[in-house]
Nanobody, 116 residues
Framework: QVHLVESGGGLVQAGGSLRLSCAAS????????MGWYRQGPGKQRELVAV???????DYSDSVKGRFTISRDDATNRVDLQMNSLKPEDTAVYYC??????????WGLGTQVIVSS
């Protein structure tokens, strides 16, 4: 079993920055990817950014150039640095981990609110 715990959400004004962190614990023999998804009010959950083992990073077009994802395999941690935040970035942000056997795990989410 894998547990993911997110931290770092909060309320910020438009143009500001936040850094989200996710710590993974448990049995993780091999990780395919770690990333961040979000679900805004009345919207479906969407990919924000992901780091795939041996295959680099992917970002949603809506956050390219503003968000940066980083991963520390020694501590099984993935961070999301969010700059130049916009009101449309308001959402619950979820950490995701995919193992080599394709099992997916999710954190409980952390709320980000960007005021205009």
């Amino acid at each position: 079993q894998v547990h993911l715990v997110e931290s770092g959400g909060g309320l910020v004004q438009a143009g500001g920055s936040l850094r989200l962190s996710c710590a993974a614990s448990g049995s993780m023999f091999s990780i395919n990817a770690m990333g961040w998804y979000r679900q805004g009010p009345g919207k479906q959950r969407e990919l924000v950014a992901v780091i795939r083992t041996g295959a680099g990073t992917d970002y949603s077009d809506s956050v390219k150039g503003r968000f940066t994802i980083s991963r520390d395999d020694a501590t099984n941690r993935v961070d999301l640095q969010m700059n130049s935040l916009k009101p449309e970035d308001t959402a619950v942000y979820y950490c995701n981990l995919e193992l080599a056997d394709w099992r997916n795990y999710w954190g409980l989410g952390t709320q980000v609110i960007v005021s205009s």
